[in-house]
């Protein structure tokens, strides 16, 4: 059962009713969740409407904030048909420093540039990376604005922020 009340979210996201996500917390690191995962993330299950959501396990870690952009990817992907389990999100600096240069926010330029310095880019990443103009963090525009590239793309840069990354399995990812 829930130990939170119900929290509210920005849309109804009907495709999720009533499914289960473990979510990072607010703060935590993905290199600490191997060792110790309820330390660093709590339960959720999305409520019957698909308008909110509750809390089932470790109630003193609240989701990521970008829990918003993650729940409309899965949304989406299940919309379309896809069989995405997992969206994960992380910061590499090196990556998030080259959006600091216009040069490379375009999608075709950064992508053709890892692909060419990076190997393994290619296989990892055979659709290439798509860019997110900078948006808020949390907000209901940035999630929006991902799902749309999600349809040319697997992995998605959002500018000066992070990588976004789905596929069927954490390690597809």
């Known amino acids: 059962g829930a130990i939170s009340g119900r929290i509210e ?38 409520c019957d409407d698909g308008k909110g959501y509750e809390l089932i396990y470790r109630e003193n870690i609240p989701p990521t904030s970008e829990l918003i952009s993650h729940l409309y990817m899965h949304h989406y992907l299940r919309q379309i048909g896809r069989n995405t389990k997992v969206v994960l999100h992380t910061h590499p600096t090196e ?24 190997p393994e880019t290619k296989a990892f990443c055979p659709r290439g990376l798509g860019i997110i103009p900078y948006e808020l963090p ?21 500018e000066k922020h992070g990588v976004f990354a789905v596929d069927v399995d954490i390690m597809s990812a």
């Open 9 to 46: 979210i920005a849309s109804e996201l009907t495709m999720l009713a009533g499914e289960l996500f473990y979510v990072t917390g607010t703060g935590k690191k993905m290199r600490d969740v191997a060792s110790s995962p309820w330390e660093n993330g709590a339960l959720i299950r999305i």
């Open 95 to 118: 990556l998030i420093a080259l959006t600091h240069i216009d040069r490379w926010l375009d999608s075709e330029a950064l992508t053709q540039m890892l692909w060419s310095m990076i």
């Open 138 to 158: 949390g907000s209901v525009m940035l999630a929006e604005a991902t799902i749309r590239e999600l349809d040319d793309y697997d992995v998605v840069m959002w």
